[in-house]
T-cell receptor, first 113, second 111 residues
Framework: NAGVTQTPKFRVLKTGQSMTLLCAQD?????MYWYRQDPGMGLRLIHY???????AKGEVPDGYNVSRLKKQNFLLGLESAAPSQTSVYFC????????????FGEGSWLTVV | GQQVMQIPQYQHVQEGEDFTTYCNSS?????IQWYKQRPGGHPVFLIQ?????EVKKQKRLTFQFGEAKKNSSLHITATQTTDVGTYFC???????????FGTGTLLAVQP
């Protein structure tokens, strides 16, 4: 059972470089999310999507862009990486918002030097 | 905006001791969920509480939802090394009903 799959798992970027984190879910979930996790900060929502073709800003959206061209995929882009974006990124999905369980991917460790 | 706070941020216990983490929301919650994240892992759903005053048990773990539905607790009886990790509570909030995660409690268990 794949669930939520993220690629890549590890990446080192130089300041100013761009990259895209890929997320795929095979549970036919409508909602997908990108979180970042930093020590002592818990999980902070970057962007989310309530369905194919939709995206919305979360708590910390600056410096990131997202796209949801297909229901099963949610892409997170960094156009010009900064050291402050060094973090662990988690993709997640759920059937609905609010009262439904969120399923997380295994995480992507990103270091910007 | 809505905030979900957890205390303590960190707790270190000897194996066999009990552990409790508390979750407090600035607003009333329709439900609350608990997640566990092992070191180096990803958050995994544990349980959901919906009713005021609800208590649920999973083996040595006891979850409680407050009467006012603004707070919750997770109690672990006789901790084991397998309990190590960060425990997050989460509740829906805001106009879009997104799940808002608490700040988490990191539990360390010394054998």
């Amino acid at each position: 059972n794949a669930g939520v799959t993220q690629t890549p798992k590890f990446r080192v970027l130089k300041t100013g470089q761009s990259m895209t984190l890929l997320c795929a879910q095979d549970m036919n979930h409508e909602y997908m999310y990108w979180y970042r996790q930093d020590p002592g900060m818990g999980l902070r929502l970057i962007h989310y999507s309530v369905g194919e073709g939709t995206t919305a800003k979360g708590e910390v959206p600056d410096g990131y862009n997202v796209s949801r061209l297909k229901k099963q995929n949610f892409l997170l882009g960094l156009e010009s990486a900064a050291p402050s974006q060094t973090s662990v990124y988690f993709c997640a999905s759920s059937y609905k918002q609010g009262g439904n369980t969120i399923y997380f991917g295994e995480g992507s460790w990103l270091t910007v030097v | 905006g809505q905030q979900v706070m957890q205390i303590p941020q960190y707790q270190h216990v000897q194996e066999g001791e009990d552990f409790t983490t508390y979750c407090n929301s600035s607003t009333t919650l329709s439900n609350i969920q608990w997640y566990k994240q092992r070191p180096g892992g990803h958050p995994v759903f544990l349980i959901q509480l919906v009713k005021s005053g609800e208590v649920k048990k999973q083996k040595r773990l006891t979850f409680q939802f407050g009467e006012a539905k603004k707070n919750s607790s997770l109690h672990i009886t006789a901790t084991q090394t397998t309990d190590v990790g960060t425990y997050f509570c989460a509740g829906p909030g805001g106009a879009t009903n997104k799940l808002i995660f608490g700040t988490g409690t990191l539990l360390a268990v010394q054998p």
